[in-house]
């Protein structure tokens, strides 16, 4: 989907795309990973230290429970709030 938002790939997954991959040999990207000076792992790292043991020790708390879930609910949350969106009235204080 490339040009077009992560919120339109999200909310109009089916929609025709074109496929814009590059194919890369390998050497190339190997080497182009050499140049960075960050490892991929703390590239990836997206919270602090502290965030993820607290985290994880929830994540542990309720059970690990499948990460598939989280999607189906915020999807159903998407789909909840677009049926308000078009619905002004919902909105309506008297």
């Not at 991929?40 to 994540?59: C, G, I, K, M, T």
Request: charged share 20%.
């Amino acid at each position: 989907m490339s040009g077009s938002t992560l919120r339109h790939a999200f909310t109009v997954p089916a929609k025709p795309a074109e496929d814009c991959q590059i194919i890369v040999d390998q050497v190339v990207i190997d080497a182009l990973r050499e140049q960075i000076p960050v490892s991929r792992e703390d590239s990836l790292h997206w919270v602090d230290d502290s965030f993820e043991v607290v985290a994880r020790n929830v994540y542990e708390a309720i059970g690990t429970p499948s990460l598939d879930i989280f999607y189906w609910v915020g999807r159903s949350l998407l789909q909840w709030h677009k049926s308000l969106m078009y619905r002004p009235e919902v909105f309506y204080i008297a």
